[in-house]
């Protein structure tokens, strides 16, 4: 059974660190993409990025790009979404997903991981 | 990229039928037959309910469909019953990323 599991939810200030993980299993974790999705408060899906385990490359949207890094390792089947400085508008639901098995689309997607970025 | 546009909301009574629109351009919806849409329980995962336009995953119920002409991709629901209440999201490759792109969103409300 193919299931992504997410890192529980996240209580931080603004300006720290924040890495929040995406562990697959149930399939090849090095031959689909994944991807993180972002859903602020009240408001709809946004794609952040996608990264292929098999060779980590990596896309991200031009409205997160340097804003946030995504990885993967692939010894331990998990990918990664990170913050070097948090700020009170990234308070959001992040969701992964994992590409396929039907065409263009993602079928498996994690449980989500709600940061919550406070003074 | 922009986002895909959806009406906000629509509504409907048990049994009836309700269309989603989504229009984009021919950079996306328009220009490629991979049209999908997502049904999303706030706070729960999202849940694929079509792919390429119009076919639905293995466990989608029937009464689920899409459609497609021009830029503009539908989701049509037909019986509704109250668990259909949610929103609902179509996304399209897009030539200039490779991520896609999602629409704004269309709240399903059951009355």
């Known amino acids: 059974e193919v299931q992504l599991v997410q890192s529980g939810a996240e209580v931080k200030k603004p300006g720290e660190s924040l890495k929040i993980s995406c562990k697959g299993s149930?399939?090849?974790?090095?031959?689909?993409?994944i991807g993180w999705v972002r859903q602020m408060p009240g408001k709809g899906l946004e794609w952040m990025g996608i990264?292929?385990?098999?060779?980590?490359?990596?896309r991200y949207s031009p409205s997160f790009q340097g804003q946030v890094t995504i990885s993967a390792d692939k010894s331990i089947t998990t990918a990664y979404l990170q913050w070097g400085s948090l700020k009170a508008s990234d308070t959001a639901m992040y969701y992964c997903?994992?590409?396929?098995?039907?065409?263009?689309?993602?079928?498996?997607w994690g449980q989500g991981t709600l940061v919550t970025v406070s003074s | 990229q922009s986002a895909l546009t959806q009406p906000a909301s629509v509504s409907g009574s048990p049994g009836q039928s309700i269309t989603i629109s989504c229009t984009g351009t021919s950079s996306d919806v328009g220009g490629y037959n991979f049209v999908s849409w997502y049904q999303h329980h706030p706070g729960k995962a999202p849940k694929l309910m079509i792919y390429?336009?119009?076919n639905r995953p293995s466990g989608v119920s029937n009464r689920f469909s899409g459609s497609k002409s021009g830029n503009t991709a539908s989701l049509t629901i037909s019986g509704l019953q109250a668990e259909d209440e949610a929103d609902y999201y179509c996304?399209?490759?897009?030539?200039?990323?490779?991520?896609?792109?999602f629409g704004g969103g269309t709240k399903l409300t059951v009355l």
């Open positions: 996304s399209s490759y897009t030539y200039s990323s490779t991520l896609g792109v």
């Open positions: 997903a994992r590409h396929g098995p039907y065409s263009s689309s993602w079928f498996y």
């Open positions: 990264i292929y385990p098999g060779d980590s490359d990596t």
């Open positions: 149930g399939y090849s974790f090095t031959s689909h993409w």
């Open positions: 390429e336009v119009s």
